[in-house]
């Protein structure tokens, strides 16, 4: 079955700071990869997504870049601020009926 | 900030009741998915319901169930509630059956005592 394991939190940072979450997934074929982002008290929001092999996703400074040979798609951003706080999922779909999402990793930034 | 509206934000029950979650989809999608999120975890996928039909289904018993209405509202309904029904449930809405693009409500936080 399909099933994503990306990088455990909490991760720390202060403003203007790298970010990168780690995200690895296991598929049958060749799904759709997204980045949700979840703000305290707040349900889940669409922050980027690829489609397939090589595309790159961004969105907000957000970037991560679909490598099917590694079957990854991390997160990256090259500075930080405080409002970034929030909850990171890294999910899947092969165009079925269902999402796949990792754990989510907390991220807070300092100021 | 998306169109899909579920309620109540809050609800809490106790342990064997009965509860009904309710869920508007975005202005133009026919489809619903629910997820159910525990504390520190990813959401886990339930059911879709695609022009009122169920179209596929999670690892969740048969005491959840749920309705999808001829505006594509749903409900989602959960009987016998035990201990570890308390989580966040969301629904997400969607045009068809993939998710090119789809939008979350905001959550009904559950709590069974």
């Known amino acids: 079955g399909n099933s994503v394991t990306q990088m455990e939190g909490p991760v720390t940072l202060s403003e203007e700071a790298f970010l990168t979450i780690n995200c690895t997934y296991t598929?049958?074929?060749?799904?759709?990869l997204f980045w949700y982002v979840q703000y305290p008290g707040e349900g889940l929001q669409l922050l980027l997504k690829?489609?397939?092999?090589?595309d790159k996703g961004s969105n907000k400074g957000f970037e991560a870049t679909y490598r099917k040979e590694t079957t990854s798609f991390h997160l990256e951003k090259g500075s930080v601020q405080v409002s970034d706080s929030a909850v990171y999922f890294c999910a899947l779909t092969e165009n079925d009926y269902k999402l796949s999402f990792g754990a989510g990793t907390t991220v807070t930034v300092r100021a | 900030e998306t169109g899909v509206t579920q309620s109540p934000t809050h609800l809490i029950k106790t342990r064997g009741q009965q509860v009904t979650l309710r869920c508007s989809s975005q202005s133009g999608h026919n489809t619903v998915s629910w997820y159910q999120q525990a504390l520190g975890q990813g959401p886990q996928f339930i059911f879709q319901?695609?022009?009122?039909?169920?179209?596929g289904r999670g690892n969740f018993p048969p005491r959840f169930s749920g309705l999808q209405f001829p505006n594509y509202s749903s409900e989602l309904n959960v009987n016998a509630l035990e201990l570890d029904d308390s989580a966040l449930y969301l629904c997400?809405?969607?045009?068809?059956?993939?998710?090119?693009?789809?939008?979350f409500g905001q959550g009904t936080r559950l709590t069974v005592v």
């Open positions: 690829a489609t397939k092999a090589d």
């Open positions: 598929a049958t074929g060749y799904p759709s």
């Open positions: 997400a809405s969607t045009l068809g059956r993939g998710y090119t693009e789809a939008f």
């Open positions: 319901y695609y022009r009122e039909e169920e179209n």
